[in-house]
């Protein structure tokens, strides 16, 4: 359950804009711009930089974008990204074996050499302290140039953040992955 109230209704005009965009888009409120919707100027500049990172972090192929958000979701047992990770990541095309499956990585036979690399390296990250070793990243630069090395660092870190806060804030799954399993 929520730490704090999700009703939008009385909100700002900018929160109600951002509402009404997330039920167009969405179907519903997200409960992330709810909680937002608080603090107009968190609101604007968490959407500003989910609008950036949608158009403009695109080196990664979707599939390591989806793992690289995943895994710091499972890590840190956000069940709200999760859910919303599982919907977005399907709707890009990225095999849904591979995001069932993040939690239990390690056993699982779905995933290619660099796709666990990503997964190690994003669990590492998540980690408090921060566990990534010179040798890891070694590793992931003979699979990746420097500039997707940047933007899966900057996944996970940006992860972690949503994470965090919607596991702090009570915030839980909404029911975007069942809407995957009812699609034709």
Known sequence: MARIPLDTTTRSVPARLAARFSRRRLGRVADPIAAWAH??????ALIRLEKHVARRWRRLDPTL???AVMAPAARIGCSWCMDFGYWEFHHRGVDPRKLEDVPRWRSSAVYTGLERLVLEYAEAMTD??????DELVVRLRQHLDDPRVVELTSLVALENMRSRTNAALGLT??????????AP
């Open 39 to 44: 603090h107009t100027g968190v609101m604007l």
């Open 173 to 182: 799954s909404q029911g975007f992955r069942a809407e995957c399993r009812l």
């Open 65 to 67: 974008q989806a793992l």
């Open 128 to 133: 408090t302290p921060p566990t990534v070793t």
